[in-house]
């Protein structure tokens, strides 16, 4: 069956109706009509299965047939991805979409290829959010992770400081408070290195699981750009709590390593 989504704000069960290009993809793609059935949903855990009742230029209308909700995931991961070249960053929103992050934080690098200005930034938010968007369609997740806005590392760090994170409304945030004596909203806060330090994620979630009575319930993941992140980056990781993790003794590639570590907290940390 076909998914459609439409936004919290322009959410409302007893008048669905898809406009713009959900409606373009549903009317003149798809070619449904009236009596057709699809999912729609939210992107907040909602969904309803409903069926067409009326078609017009530009919106599709539908009847409510049956709603239910999806639980929040265990885990609240944030994916702090520095943006690879070329289209990768799009190939990474759309499986951390399927793997289950719940926020994707792209960040500027000193080593980022990509060279992005105010308005740039804010057209790849967009275009990553509608990745995000089509990936929670095809994959049948109804939480709809929130792409940020494009940020250099010392910003991001600003952001969470500030609780500028998460995206997601206070309904849906996890109950209990962070475990860390910092001034962080994670419980656990990873960044992949290559430095000879740098721990095994396993020995780090095994040692954690040692010292609290539950899992972390908010993890924060930061994947560097090609070259990883510099020295400078990493020490600032540190100064505010990320601890250093080894992804093995083979270097991945950018988006390789994103799905590793993505892939790993979910199997630890979401089922």
């Known amino acids: 069956m076909h998914r459609f989504y439409i936004s919290p704000e322009n959410w409302n069960p007893d008048a669905l109706t898809l406009s713009g290009s959900e409606a373009h993809h549903c009317r ?20 309803i299965t409903a069926e067409i009742v009326d078609l017009h230029a530009g919106q599709v209308r539908f009847r409510k047939l049956h709603e239910s909700s999806t639980p ?11 943006i690879p070249k070329g289209k990768n960053m799009e190939l990474i929103v759309q499986k951390a979409v399927e793997i289950g992050a719940s926020e994707i934080a792209p960040i500027i690098s000193e080593r980022t290829i990509v060279d992005l200005d105010g308005k740039e ?14 990936a929670a369609k095809q994959c049948g997740q109804n939480w709809l992770p929130h792409v940020h806005t494009p940020r250099k590392l010392k910003e991001f760090f600003k952001s969470v400081e500030a609780g500028a994170s998460p995206a997601q409304p206070a309904a849906s945030q996890p109950t209990r408070l962070p475990l860390q004596k910092n001034d962080s909203r994670y419980d656990l806060q990873l960044i992949g ?24 319930s908010s993890v924060l993941m930061l994947i560097g750009p090609e070259g990883d992140f510099t020295p400078a980056e990493l020490a600032l990781a540190r100064s505010h709590g990320c601890r250093p993790i080894t992804l093995g003794p083979i270097i991945l590639r950018v988006e390789t390593a994103a799905i590793y570590c993505l892939s790993i ?7």
Request: proline share 5%; hydrophobic share 40%; charged share 25%.
């Open 72 to 82: 929040l995931l265990r885990c609240h991961i944030t994916l702090g991805q520095a």
């Open 121 to 134: 930034a804010m057209q790849k938010e967009l275009k990553w959010q509608t990745v995000a968007i089509e």
């Open 193 to 216: 290195s290559l430095q000879p330090d740098a721990l095994h994620l396993k020995k780090i979630l095994t040692d954690f699981s040692s010292e609290h009575p539950y899992p972390p």
């Open 28 to 47: 003149d793609v798809l070619r449904m009509t009236r009596g057709d059935k699809a999912v729609i949903f939210n992107g907040r855990g909602r969904e």
């Open 265 to 271: 907290l979910s199997y630890e940390l979401l089922v």
